[in-house]
């Protein structure tokens, strides 16, 4: 194949993924005596953070993604290819692709991150993550799937499995996703599938570590818990899931949640691309920059937002993978490439940490700002929809968010909750649906209670 890009007398700027890092790198190089080549295995941008609501039908996926194109309609030194990037060769200042070779004068990988699991196998193949659109579509299907074969079981056992919801990770997705799957339970599900007793339905979060949003202020954390407490989510603080097999999320040897709904939210690693020297490539898969984003040994190859892996003096395991990082670096990066072509030191990138936030569920979000600055509750919430409207890539997209948002504030309800796309897990070796209830009935694990089961849902 070829990729058939235009032969420019300027010289040629790659850059490998259109996320937030590499989208405002683009737009940052538009007057830039460069030619901008962008490549993505997806023709859009994809607005991570709110992925979360579209797999609980809050949002439409076509409000939190944006066309690539049309986001550079204009833009003259721009070129796109979606295409798959499978390596790179600095030997020959090459890119390797689905779509076919490009050459390239200066590199810039900018391909995010994917899911961590830690090398536990078992949850890799059965459990659901939360990482791209299709993930998100797949969770929204799989939830309302099981609900619909919850009213279809006699089996109370099987009944409970399928309702109860396990989210593994108490960071930021994790607690979102659990508080707005607390919502819908308490909101939405109960005029959809009234022959169910929801009381049933019990929402569980795992955390390995003592707190849940481990990065955030104290303050923070506790009210993160209160607020999930409140809300009737079971936070399970110190405890790591370690297994997920027929249905049954393990998080001792003996001890497991029955749950065919499995989301992990524990972690990412650095989508990193083959090619580069292995000593450049850290143990979580992110790729080591120094203060300018080049990657170590490689004059023209940089990397920015969550594959790069740039250590300050008081971020000694690197900086956070969060979007502004992404953004910045992207600034800062055009600002570095236009004076490298003048022949002049780049300068080095300082982050300026605006400040972080979480929204758990209406009118309950916490914030923390530079100066130890911590606020909550409707006010944090309010700050939450406004950010996360205005950033927000296209105009259409933030209309029909804040409409989707302010239908959803006003009845209580929410909107999207379609099964256009059923999800099938290729792998499960969940043998639920096969197994009858008079098999299960004689099979002890089957039957076993469980201690977190027992636990009374407040909401
Ligand atoms: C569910 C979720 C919620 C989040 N919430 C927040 C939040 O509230 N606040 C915050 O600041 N951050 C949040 N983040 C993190 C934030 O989204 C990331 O830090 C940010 O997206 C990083 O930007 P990036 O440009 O490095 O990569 P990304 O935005 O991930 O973009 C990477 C791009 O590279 C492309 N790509 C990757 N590999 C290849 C390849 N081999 N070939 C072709 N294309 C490739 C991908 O398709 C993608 O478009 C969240 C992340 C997730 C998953």
Known sequence: ???NLPVSAQPRVVIIGCGFGGLRLAKALRKAPVQVVVLDRNNYHNFQPLLYQVATGALEADSIAYPIRKIFAGQENFFYRMADVQRVDPASNTVITSVGDVHYDYLVLATGSLTNFFGLETIERNAMQIKSIPNALNLRSFIFQNFEKALLTSDPAARQALLNIVVVGGGPTGVEISGSLAEMRKHVLPKDYPELDLRAMQIFLVEAGPALLGPMSPASQADAK??????GVLVRLNTSIKRYEEGKAYFSETEFIPTDNLVWAAGVNGAEVPGLPAETVTRNKRITVNSWNQVQGQPNIFAIGDV????????????????PVAQQQADHLADNLRRLMRGETPQAFVYNNKGSMAIVSRNKAVVDLPKNIHFRGFFGWLTWLFVHLMTLVGFRNKVVALVDWAFSYFSSDQALRLIIRPFHRHDVKDDRGKKSAEHR????????TPPAIQTPVNS
Do not use: F
């Open 1 to 3: 194949m070829d990729t």
């Open 226 to 231: 209160r607020y999930m407490d409140e809300l």
């Open 308 to 323: 790069a892996n740039m250590v300050t003096d008081d971020m000694p395991k690197g900086l956070p993978m969060l979007a």
């Open 441 to 448: 009935a004689a099979t002890p694990e089957y039957n076993a």
